[in-house]
């Protein structure tokens, strides 16, 4: 079967056929650089980069494009607020160009660190403030635009399509809106360029045909995926949230200049939870990968983990499910580190394989092919072969990993026979004790049910 995947303006699952053949061009929203991503945030870089390998497999050579969002991104989608990137600073008390660069830096690093593939461009919307402007002035000239006190907006009330990719329900938006619109005219028209405060000085702000200011956040996406991928292009990605109000502004935006809705197929990641709700940086809550990194979680464990979720599933997390995914993981590499090299794959369980990813990357049943493949009897070789297709789209790194030999000097090792035996004494305070002077010698004690286990200090 081809590959078929799950488009959200069209609500179907759909044969997947490129626009150009054997090439596909593919736009992911990327981060607001304003604070570091969170572990949510990454499970939708994951299912994203898990499309890409999946067209990769499908024989397509993929066009991919990622964008940093450092600048006009709102802290309310009614474009009211300050700037993110201008709250940023002041928390930080560094400048808003100084904290895009340290967190697109830190983005990137754990964007490496969980093996995903390089796009061919990251594009940044403070280097293309012109491509914006040129933007906003064509949806002029085309009569979409609206001027008040406080910047240009776009007048949805000119398609009587808008929002069908969520969905909307315009009329009851606009009778059941509980925020002052200001000059706004409509609940869903938005902001195209905000005008400067009077009075103050924004440390990001530009001259435009319209008066100093910034654009707004949708504009972004539409001038840069155009400029990049053209103005109609294949697969258009990002997180749910973007459905109603992001992902809606950009169609409107380029049917309004191209007369298209942007991109063939929409696709849409579902988000992580946690016990109170979604993760999220507005609460205050939110879990980093280098959190995770720092409490001695391998960040291919949290890939594994968001593997075993369909992206279009919400995935729960917690501590437990990511030890059980850090140790499958374990499993996986040990039983893969005893196979030899210089076999062949087994025709039959790539094909089984493939054919659950090209099910709009069903991968915790193309997992469950992988786990019958480690514990089938065929040849050794022919597993090692065989996993290493696989491994082409779940991105593990099965091939370069090794495992950690860790030498306990024979009096590190009799401290921790003491403690062990103080524990079982139940001589709590000895133990202690014998803890905190294996912590001065360099070595950290973890206890599990299996016992104590040691680790050199970082």
């Known amino acids: 079967m081809p590959l078929a995947l799950y488009d959200t303006w069209s609500r179907t ?81 560094e400048s808003a160009w100084a904290i895009a660069e340290r967190y697109t830096v830190a983005f ?29 002035a064509d949806l002029e000239r085309n009569g979409y635009t609206y001027r008040t006190a406080d910047g240009i907006y776009f007048d949805t009330a000119r398609q009587d399509d808008y929002g069908y990719l969520a969905r909307l329900d315009i009329a009851g938006l606009q009778a059941g809106k509980r925020v002052a619109l200001g000059d706004k005219q409509r609940a869903t028209d938005f902001a195209l360029w905000k005008f400067s405060p009077p009075g103050s000085t924004r440390q990001m702000e530009w001259q435009s045909p319209w008066g100093v200011g910034f654009p707004g956040w949708h504009i972004e996406c539409s001038a840069m995926s155009a400029k990049y991928l053209g103005p109609l292009f294949d697969i258009h990605c990002g997180g749910e949230d973007h459905i109603a109000v992001h992902h809606s502004n950009e169609i409107a935006q380029t049917q309004a200049r191209h007369g298209t809705r942007l ?80 076999g062949a794959p087994d025709a039959e369980a790539v094909a089984r394989f493939k054919a659950e990813v090209d099910q709009d990357l069903n991968l915790p049943r193309a997992l469950a092919v992988l786990w019958e493949v480690v514990r089938s009897d065929l040849p050794a070789a022919t597993r090692r072969a065989t996993v290493d297709c696989f491994d082409q789209v ?14 306990i000097p024979a009096a590190i090792a009799l401290l921790a026979e003491q403690r062990d035996a103080a524990r079982a004494a139940k001589n709590w305070r000895e133990a202690d004790r014998l803890r905190e002077q294996l912590q001065a010698e360099g070595w950290q004690v973890e206890d599990s049910a299996k016992g104590q286990v040691l680790r050199p200090l970082d």
Not at 45 to 72: K, M, P, S
Not at 113 to 127: F, G, I, K, S, V
Not at 295 to 323: I, K, N, Q, W
Not at 394 to 407: C, I, N, P, Q, S
Request: proline content about 3%; overall charge neutral.
């Open 394 to 407: 779940l991105g593990l790194r099965l091939a370069d990993w090794h495992e950690d030999v860790v030498t």
């Open 263 to 342: 991109a063939n197929f929409w696709l849409h990641g579902h988000f992580l939870m946690l016990d109170a709700g979604k993760m999220a940086k507005s609460g205050g809550d939110f879990v980093r990968l280098q959190t995770l990194i720092e409490r001695g979680v391998d960040p291919l464990a949290y890939r594994y983990l968001c593997l075993g979720a369909h992206y279009r599933s919400s995935l729960r997390f917690t501590m437990e499910a990511l030890d059980g995914a850090q140790a499958a993981l374990g499993r996986l590499r040990k039983a893969y580190r005893q196979w030899p090299e210089g």
């Open 108 to 136: 990137q690093h754990d964007w490496r660190a969980l093996n995903l593939l390089e796009p061919t461009l990251w594009c940044r919307a403070t280097d293309h403030i012109a491509e914006q402007i040129e933007f906003i």
């Open 13 to 93: 699952l759909r044969p997947f056929t490129p626009l150009r053949p054997d090439h596909v061009g593919l736009y992911c929203c990327g981060p607001t650089v304003y604070d570091h991503a969170h572990i949510g945030n990454l499970r939708t870089y994951v299912f994203e980069d898990v499309l890409r390998r999946a067209l990769a497999l499908n024989g397509y050579t993929v066009r991919h494009v990622v964008n940093i969002t450092d600048v006009g991104h709102l802290v309310s989608d009614a474009d009211d607020g300050e700037d993110k990137m201008e709250k940023g600073s002041r928390r930080t008390g």
